[in-house]
């Protein structure tokens, strides 16, 4: 089972990449990897998820702080798993992040 913050971290991408208009094969050759790797990272069954170098290579693309990648709290429990939470949590991250890319937005 996926933990609640590597969801948080992939559904964080998932809002950049559909904002930004990118596929898969982009943000695949961000983190330079392949674009099989990010469908796996996106499927709740397989194991592959972003690491640290990944969210780097992806915040340094964005002009954003790899803590945006991030919840601002830690989930305290796996009842804050629930997609709900987690899609609000992106949802406001995205809507007040401080940083900002080229156009000043996310």
Known sequence: MIHPIEQFTIDFVIKLKQKH???SIDIANIINTSGSFIGN???PTNPAKYNLKHINSLAAYFKISPQCF???AA???KA???VHTITSLVQA???HSTGSGADGQI
């Open 75 to 77: 989930f305290r429990d």
């Open 70 to 72: 991030l919840p601002d």
């Open 80 to 82: 804050e798993a629930n």
């Open 93 to 95: 991250l995205l809507t």
């Open 21 to 23: 208009n990118l596929r």
């Open 41 to 43: 990272v996106e499927s």
